[in-house]
């Protein structure tokens, strides 16, 4: 099963259209907010199942504020990530994980990816497809597979190159 994750593309879709192109066939795309009224556009560039939260700047969406999906034998939460402070750490993420019985958790909001794991959860932000904030300013997103034993991969990847394997 292939995932593409991503977010905060604030009606810019371009770099999705990119990310895409180079993932191949995916079976789920999720976008953790900040479409900017780009939600039916979004999912007309997929034939996969399309997971979208609201963002911050997501005023008149329609989209759920926060979803549990399950992917393989995994829950995992969408958020936007906003109302838990993220830009300060992920304490509000792991409450919520574990009020929730989750084991993955997803945001976006800070525009800068991440891909953490400790004590059976991860936590992930795909950072910005269109305005990326962290060194170097690079597109990003995840690309998230789930193997035939049913382990999760998890990858961030930058238009143009693969950085970061982990394997849960």
């Known amino acids: ?14 770099n999705l259209k990119k990310a895409l192109s180079k993932t191949g066939p995916i079976d789920h795309l999720i976008h953790l907010g900040d479409v900017e009224g780009s939600e039916e556009y979004i999912s007309s560039l997929t034939d996969a199942e399309v997971s979208m939260v609201a963002g911050n700047n997501d005023w008149y969406s329609a989209l759920p504020k926060e979803e549990i999906v399950t992917l393989g034998k995994y829950r995992a939460l969408l958020t936007h990530g906003h109302r838990y402070c993220v830009g300060m750490g992920h304490d ?40 990326p904030r962290q060194d170097g300013h ?26 970061l394997h982990l394997l849960w």
């Not at 509000?92 to 059976?120: F, N, S, W």
């Open 1 to 14: 099963m292939k995932i593409l994750i991503v977010s905060d593309t604030h009606g810019r879709e371009e």
């Open 92 to 131: 509000g993420l792991r409450e919520q994980a574990v009020l929730k019985k989750v084991d993955i958790v997803m945001y976006g909001h800070t525009h800068y990816p991440c891909l953490e794991q400790k004590e059976g959860l991860t936590i992930l932000n795909p950072g910005s497809l269109s305005l």
């Open 138 to 163: 690079r597109p990003s997103y995840i690309l998230m597979e789930i193997d035939r034993e049913g382990i999760a991969h998890f990858n961030i990847c930058y238009l143009g190159e693969k950085r």
